[in-house]
């Protein structure tokens, strides 16, 4: 009781003196005008699967909508037949599609980085766009199947 008693009287004051330690910046001016560290900074990535015919639907799990929990009807996820732009810290990925998912990274510098096992179906390292060519990345003997050579 007595507690409760103090938190309503005080709480405010103390939730505005939490916040302004929050906001202090020692050397500084109290407000933060650095840009964030390059770990916290977010980059502009492109995801384009227009090339994979027929159209689909695909997520970068935590970062877009999941293509596994909803009516297709009504799917919220992004479509092959668009480029998607997201904005991406760096670290770890996945693209996950319903045929097959692959991981991928952005560096801190901004750019995409992921396996050469994926070259023949994924294009953009070191580059900020990430192209998925392919709906499978199997049973390639070091040629690509004239399957994907249609155009949407």
């Not at 929990?69 to 998607?84: F, G, V």
């Amino acid at each position: 009781m007595m507690l409760h008693k103090l938190l309503t009287r005080y709480g405010p004051l103390i939730c505005g003196g939490l916040l302004a330690g929050l906001a202090y910046i020692p050397g500084g001016t109290g407000v933060a005008t650095e840009p964030p560290p390059a770990h916290l900074r977010e980059h502009a990535i492109t995801i384009d699967a227009t090339n994979l015919v027929p159209p689909s639907w695909w997520q970068v799990p935590g970062v877009t909508p999941s293509i596994w929990a909803s009516d297709p009807e009504s799917l919220d996820a992004p479509k092959t037949s668009e480029r998607r732009e997201l904005r991406l810290k760096p670290g770890k990925y996945k693209f996950v599609s319903f045929t097959f998912d692959f991981p991928f990274s952005v560096t801190r510098d901004g750019v995409l980085e992921f396996s050469t096992s994926l070259d023949q179906c994924i294009e953009g390292r070191g580059t900020r766009t990430l192209t998925v060519r392919c709906k499978r990345t199997y049973p390639h003997g070091g040629e690509r199947d004239a399957y994907y050579d249609q155009t949407p």
